[in-house]
């Protein structure tokens, strides 16, 4: 089956059950327990000793609710060239981290009992971020498609009542990247005047050997006259917890989503945003791969020689696998879920992302910020256990 409207996702983060699996399990490993579970990158730009407390004067008053002007200029002159578009500042509207964009996106661009068209693995948030915003997620599932979204799957999950495409790209967590010819195949499957809502936080992060290309591009290209990308300070400078990114789209979707945000989030941290101006000023020229292409290459051996499924790794720094056997079923899984995740960190210490949280019971996010001893050992330890299960 492609797709679904009916599966009910969780109703609350799952990391808070992820950091209490932590937390035990480091009870009975301690420095032993290797977790493949972190998602902040291992690089940061500007290094912490050159972090600076500019922003001090300006939090003696509200800032405007799209982010302060030279700020948004200097988004706009930092991503257009890098998007291919000219952008100004009205294009630029710095939100309080992607998640907080992605929830302005859907409630600004969707009305209560739309559809939108969410492709399944899916990044854990998005499911219960629609129906918060009273949009029905329809899930396209591209587990029997080698992980790809293509343009006759998406076009079969259309309805009467779809209203966006929800993409990631580069995908957490199965790592796929798509290219031009991709995005511009599915953006030509949807009907005229489908919204775009675009997660590119990991667009810096994908490997020589793959593409990656931007709906801000091709949507513009094609004539598409709303959407939205979302870019954040959490992967692009590596600092999640200034909690500050940004959404560009159209002068009108950007207006939007500001007034939105004027009374479901306020402005973002002023010290955030001109730390993220700093920060993409020092990663300027950055090899955003470098610290992972021995990981990922080691890793995929790995994972080959001990008989666990993986996927073609293209984007982010996650590894995606599964066990052989179980790819495709509905039946038991001895790695994948939620209780299974917790057995493989209690009992072979190994903390990792069960598949399930994204939709895709069976399959494992590992993170590649690890050491690649530990990631080597890590999936060992896997391999065994989903053996022994």
């Known amino acids: 089956m492609s797709s679904t409207a009916a599966a009910k996702p969780p109703t609350q983060d799952p990391r808070g059950e992820l950091t209490r699996i932590r937390a035990s399990a480091r009870v009975r490993w301690g420095s032993e327990l290797i977790d493949l579970a972190r998602s902040e990158p291992l690089c940061a730009w500007p290094p912490d000793g ?150 590119e936080v990991y667009a810096d992060y994908v490997y020589p050997d793959a593409e990656f290309a931007s709906i801000a591009t091709l949507a513009r290209q094609a004539g598409v006259a709303e959407w939205v990308v979302l870019r954040s300070a959490s992967k692009t400078i590596g600092r999640p917890g200034l909690r500050v990114g940004a959404a560009i789209g159209p002068e009108p979707v950007v207006a939007a989503i500001t007034g939105r945000a004027a009374v479901l989030t306020g402005a973002a941290s002023v010290t955030s945003q001109l730390a993220f101006c700093a920060g993409l000023r020092a990663a300027a020229g950055a090899d955003y791969m470098r610290p992972y292409g021995h990981r990922r290459s080691a890793a995929l051996a790995t994972a080959r020689r001990v008989g666990l499924a993986v996927a073609r790794s293209e984007g982010t720094y996650y590894l995606w696998v599964g066990q052989p056997g179980h790819v495709g079923e509905e039946g038991r899984h001895a790695i994948g879920t939620a209780p299974t995740a917790e057995a493989l960190a209690e009992q072979r210490g190994v903390l990792a992302w069960p598949g399930s949280v994204f939709g895709a019971s069976g399959w494992l996010r590992l993170s590649l910020t690890a050491p690649a001893d530990a990631i080597t050992e890590g999936l060992i330890r896997i391999a065994e256990f989903a053996r022994e299960s």
Do not use: K
Not at 80 to 86: M, T
């Open 50 to 199: 050159q972090l600076t407390g500019e922003g001090v004067p300006h939090t003696r008053r509200y800032p405007p609710v799209a982010g302060l002007d030279p700020v948004r200029e200097e988004l706009a002159g930092y991503y257009g060239p890098v998007l291919g578009i000219p952008l100004t500042r009205q294009n630029v509207c710095v939100t309080a981290g992607a998640v907080s964009g992605l929830m302005l996106a859907l409630s600004t661009m969707c009305e209560p009992g739309d559809e939108v068209l969410i492709p399944s693995p899916y990044f854990q948030l998005n499911p219960v971020q629609a129906r918060l915003a009273g949009v029905v997620p329809r899930f396209v599932d591209t587990r029997d498609h080698g992980w790809r979204l293509g343009p006759e799957l998406l076009a079969r999950c259309v309805g009467t009542r779809t209203r966006a495409l929800l993409l990631t790209n580069p995908v957490n967590p199965t790592t796929t990247a798509y290219g031009v010819r991709e995005v511009s195949a599915m953006i030509a499957a949807l009907p005229p005047g489908t919204a775009i809502i675009a997660d």
